[in-house]
């Protein structure tokens, strides 16, 4: 029914997807032999875009930033949308034992906001940026800063402020 064809020299070719029953009988007493086949439909063909092997993928880290008085806790996430732009979502938790405040900068503490011991407060917070891929050199432009970085299998590095951090392929 169109599923193979099989040349003079007994060769099958799949032409589509589908179930046959190919026979075959030999010239010199009209002995026969059958075969089922079986053309499955290809798988449908993801390359990754030429040049770029972020475009529709998620990368995660998570990361704590001790501050001078507490500690905040961070969960980022970037998804990049399309060829040149990406979206960055950052879930941030504060345990907060107390705000120390040095309003104009002359080592003396101006304010002090006292905080439930152990208390915490949870933000949420998301950003559109635009990037640029070059080899496994990435930078990132998001509110007004650039960040650079390095591409791997599994892994980005990025470099902000002196300091690497690593996200992982979700």
Do not use: R
Not at 87 to 111: A, K, R
């Amino acid at each position: 029914a169109g599923v193979a064809t099989v040349d003079k020299s007994g060769k099958v070719t799949a032409v589509k997807a589908g179930s046959a029953t190919i026979t075959v009988m030999t010239t010199d007493g009209g002995y026969t032999a059958t075969c089922s086949v079986t053309v499955k439909s290809p798988e449908p063909d993801n390359p990754p875009t030429p040049g770029n092997p972020l475009v529709g993928t998620s990368w995660t880290c998570s990361f704590s930033d001790e501050a001078k008085y507490n500690t905040i806790y961070l969960d980022i996430t970037l998804t990049f949308d399309s060829q040149s732009t990406f979206t960055m979502v950052e879930e941030q938790t504060n345990v907060v034992v107390g705000h120390y405040v040095d309003l104009n900068g002359d080592g003396i503490i101006d304010q002090y906001d006292e905080y439930v011991e152990g208390g915490t407060y949870h933000d949420s917070y998301t950003e559109n940026g635009t990037y640029k891929v070059d080899g496994s050199s990435l930078e990132l432009t998001i509110g007004g800063y650039s960040i650079f970085g390095t591409i791997y299998t599994n892994t980005i590095k990025l470099e902000a402020e002196g300091e690497y951090v690593i996200f992982q392929k979700q």
